[in-house]
């Protein structure tokens, strides 16, 4: 029999992050590192599984994050490096 997933096992909430989980999550992650996924959504205080809390911090809550357009200089770097080596 396979183990169940995470989400699964507990009373966790799904779906879109409210900015209170938001804001114990990133004071938690501020304070302490990432260390283990598994425990941040109990020391912090968020009722999530730590999977989800990886995933929101690596792709939405760093803080070296950046989440505006390419540059032009960035545009054709990437198509060049595109014709140059592929998609690989």
Request: glycine share 6%; charged share 30%; proline share 3%.
């Amino acid at each position: 029999m396979a183990r169940l997933p995470c989400c699964d096992r507990l009373d966790v909430n799904k779906g879109i992050w409210n900015a209170e989980e938001d804001a114990k999550m990133l004071a938690y992650v501020s304070k302490h590192g990432t260390g283990n996924w598994t425990s941040v959504p109990k020391k912090a205080g968020v009722r999530r599984c730590g999977k989800s809390c990886r995933l929101r911090w690596n792709n939405y809550s760093r803080r070296d994050l950046r989440h505006e357009s390419f540059t032009p200089q960035e545009e054709e770097m990437i198509i060049r490096l595109h014709a140059t080596i592929g998609s690989r």
